[in-house]
């Protein structure tokens, strides 16, 4: 009987055990991340309902209330590209903190607002400060996550915030009787508590310092020419569209004016879509630190697409209920390799953050073209139209993917300088 000395991976009965990647244990950076992460969506989640409420009181228009929310919106997408050349300049780490810390100061500063136009200045500068920490935090993800668990330490990522979004709302029902500013001000407080928690957790932390100055640097012109890249970059811009534009502006709509249902039961079906999503965004994660992130990335969007085209098509409660659910478990699914496909790309040791800004930019950009238009369809054409064409959306999403190659150990490959192997590399590494 022969045998197989250690480190050899050349039977076939040890090929599984060998090659599949083993559950490390996650570094506490990642769990100081994931906490903070939290923290942030929770505190959104308490704002986001009493903002425009809040902006009425000062006497002006209802689209002048909701565009508060619009102005946030725009100035993270315009401020994506610098926040991305600030990672690259600086690092993540302090871009990081400093986006914490404007966001905090900004957000605390809403509940002094004396006039419509500071309080819209003040959610302004808000959004430049959340683009600063969007773009840092994906960029730290990428860094501190060990290569054989980014998919699992992205599902929690996500998870985070689906968690904190979800008790948002119920925490900000609980401070209801302290009045309309004081979400403000508990939400600027507590982004101070977690900016401070992470600077003590992270300032002498090797696995969060920043990229070597002369080491590898990955721009958004060296990214493009991977088609697993573009197809992140449009399955991105698809989530933005479907999960975050027409779930939130239309969802709700279609409940009350289609199904004739009241308010309760269009915040329901929010609820239903997102218990959907947190139930598989961390399993999917790590099913994609095994069998790869094209695979997940497939499923979920088709099934994605296909739900939210049901979704549109539906007249039934029971059978609505259940779309949203498969739709926002589908959206979990591929959320987590979608995210480790991008930091399997760009590597954890380069400076990527331009290339990482222009990944974030596409769910932006998705979520405010896709909440416009879905709007437009829906006015003038059907509100089915609306769910058909995001669907559709979705489908493409998918199609782009399976044209893509896999990204799974793509980085080691792409940025491990290759060994000379004669006289002819004349001394250089290519």
């Known amino acids: 009987m022969s045998s197989v000395t250690e480190g050899d991976c050349g039977r076939e009965e040890q090929i599984e055990h060998c090659t599949a990647p083993q559950k490390s244990k996650l570094p506490a950076e990642v769990w100081v991340l994931i906490t903070a992460n939290a923290v942030i969506a929770l505190g959104y989640g308490v704002v986001a309902p009493v903002l425009p409420q809040y902006a009425r009181n000062f006497g002006v228009s209802i689209s002048a209330a909701t565009f508060v929310i619009t102005a946030f919106a725009l100035m993270r997408l315009c401020a994506a590209p610098a926040s991305g050349i600030f990672v690259q300049k600086l690092g993540e780490r302090r871009v990081y903190l400093t986006g914490l810390l ?15 136009w500071q309080l819209l200045v003040f959610r302004s500068l808000g959004g430049f400060g959340s683009a600063m920490f969007t773009v840092s935090s994906l960029g730290l993800m990428i860094r501190i996550s060990p290569e054989n668990a980014r998919g699992r330490v992205a599902g929690m990522f996500s998870s985070a915030f689906l968690v904190g979004s979800v008790g948002g709302p119920v925490l900000g029902a609980l401070t209801a009787g302290l009045g309309l500013s004081a979400p403000f001000a508990i939400y600027g407080v507590a982004l101070l508590v977690a900016a401070a928690v992470v600077w003590v957790s992270l300032r002498h932390s090797p696995l969060a310092a920043p990229a070597e100055r002369d080491g590898p640097t990955v721009t958004v012109r060296t990214v493009v020419r991977n088609r697993a890249y573009l197809a992140a970059m449009f399955s991105n811009f698809a989530t933005g569209w479907s999960v975050f534009g027409l779930r939130v502006a239309l969802v709700p709509l279609f409940v009350t004016e289609v199904l004739d249902r009241g308010p309760r039961m269009a915040g329901l079906a929010l609820a239903v ?22 695979v997940p990335l497939i499923t979920g969007l088709a099934v994605s697409g296909v739900a939210t085209l049901l979704v549109g098509l539906t007249s039934s409660l029971t059978l609505f209920m259940a779309a949203a659910f498969v739709a926002g478990a589908a959206a979990g699914v591929f959320t987590s390799p979608q995210q480790a496909a991008v930091a399997d790309i760009v590597g954890s040791k380069a400076r990527a953050g331009t290339a990482v800004a222009a990944y974030q930019m596409m769910s932006d950009v998705g979520s405010i073209i896709g909440s416009l238009a879905v709007g437009q369809i829906a006015q003038y054409v059907s509100f089915g139209s609306a769910f058909v064409i995001s669907g559709v959306i979705l489908l493409v999403a998918a199609l782009a993917w399976v044209f893509a190659p896999e990204t799974r150990g793509m980085a080691a490959q792409e940025h491990t300088p290759a060994r000379p192997l004669g006289p002819e590399a004349g001394g250089e590494l290519p």
């Open 102 to 116: 404007i966001v905090a100061v900004s957000t605390g500063a809403c509940a002094f607002a004396q006039t419509y």
């Open 273 to 294: 879509f997102a218990v959907g999503n947190v139930a598989a965004v961390i399993p999917s994660g790590h099913l994609s630190d095994r069998v790869g992130r094209r």
